[in-house]
């Protein structure tokens, strides 16, 4: 009889996991993507229409498959070094997920075009929007990152405020709706705040932008070979070992590419008390050199800047939008877990009492080997398992794609010996 395993979100990590279930499986497997995006693999990351919102990792670095580290640069044709449009990821993503199902016979892939509005455990199901419940031997969670709240300042501020608030720079449209005679403060500095900025600078539009450090991601540029780490990593068992080890390394950027790999590990072995220090002391710095801009977007970045349409500044983001300067605040700060087990389709696992926020409060826990989600008591809940952002907490780098597509490569390879299939 075919086994179903249901995967509730078709971004980048819920089609990576199909195709690496799709290639894995030996015998008959029903795989239902719940996603109500019209296209698999797209997510926030890989669905803006902006062919100038390039990919921040090099194209060597996101192939769907460990082992062949080319296949993305050799399918879109370009160097291992060359930063491509994000667009053109998500249709690698469908283009690999249409080759493997060619060679899966036995392996059916169902795009559901709904929202998953609850779960069940035991056995585990899906309640969706539109389309019913969807039960399945296991049920795999990849709904990316939490969406960005308003703040309070924001919701308790003035009833007549100057300004229109954009909660979510990267709903559809949203970028559409402003023109070259708003002037808009975005609040945050990092990778959106880039992306954002350059597409409404380059129709000259007016954008200022704020954080509380003033800091923008840095650059990729060229680096030496990364250089060997201790022998011994559990030398590294306080974020200030890890900060003087990288300071002691010639080059950063090479420092950053040899812990990549381990960080997770590392994260794992540091106690309750050190990940708290990192997140309060070094979350910031980490955060701007771990997840850098390209040399391109950067070079367009500061010409526009230089153009007088972007500035930036470090300061209280409350007070610039009280001083009736802008008619547009964007939030650019990010996912908020807060919100996160409150709503669909978390809220009914909370309910009955199979899932909690996972460490720091940052997206859920998670069994750190085998991503299946846990009760507060520590105990797997059987059969449903989180991918990707939703795990932050629990092993802090798992949000881009070469961590994504070793966990969906583990998890396929863990569903297949668990399912038979
Ligand atoms: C703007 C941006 C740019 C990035 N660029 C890069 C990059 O260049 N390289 C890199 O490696 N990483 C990048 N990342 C990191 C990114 O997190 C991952 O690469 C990847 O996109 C995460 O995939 P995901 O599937 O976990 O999340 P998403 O791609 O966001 O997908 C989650 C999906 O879940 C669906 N969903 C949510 N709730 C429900 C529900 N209740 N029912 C059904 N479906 C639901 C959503 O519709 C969405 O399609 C970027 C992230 C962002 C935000």
Known sequence: MSKRVVIIGGGAAGTLVAIHMASVAKSPLTITVVEPRERLGEGIAYSTPDFGHLLNVPAGGMSAFSAEPDHFRSAVDCAAS???ARRTYSRYL?????ATLEKSPHVTLQHLRDSAS??????????????GVVSGDAVVLALGNAA???????????????????????????????????????VGTGLTFVDVAMTLARRGVNIRGVSRHGLLPQVHAPMAAPPPLPDDLATLRAPSDVLRWIRLQPDWRSAFASLRPV????????????????????????????????????????????????????????????????????????????????SAPLASLVLEGSICPGPHGIGIATDPRSGAVQRSDGSNLEGVYAIGPLRRGTLWECTAIPEIRAEAE???????????V
């Open 82 to 84: 060359d930063f491509v």
């Open 94 to 98: 469908r283009d690999t997920l249409r």
């Open 118 to 131: 609850a779960i069940e455990d035991s056995p585990p199901s899906v309640d969706t929007s539109a389309s």
């Open 148 to 186: 960005p709240t308003v703040p309070e300042w924001i919701a308790r501020g003035p009833a007549a405020s100057t300004y229109r608030v954009v909660v979510d720079p990267w709903l559809p449209g949203v970028l559409d709706s402003i023109g070259v005679d708003d002037r808009v403060l975005c």
């Open 263 to 342: 960080t997770q590990r590392i994260w794992c072995s540091w106690t309750t008390f050190h990940q708290s220090q990192f997140l309060r002391h070094c979350r910031r710095q980490w955060d701007v050199h771990r997840h850098r801009m390209s040399q391109d977007v950067a070079n367009e970045f500061h010409t526009l800047a230089d153009a007088g349409l972007i500035a930036i500044q470090r300061g209280d983001a409350r007070a610039l939008a009280a001083t009736s300067e802008f008619s547009v605040v964007m939030l650019c700060t990010g996912p908020d877990d807060s919100a996160l087990l409150g």
């Open 410 to 420: 583990h998890l396929a390879a863990q569903l297949v010996e668990r399912l038979c």
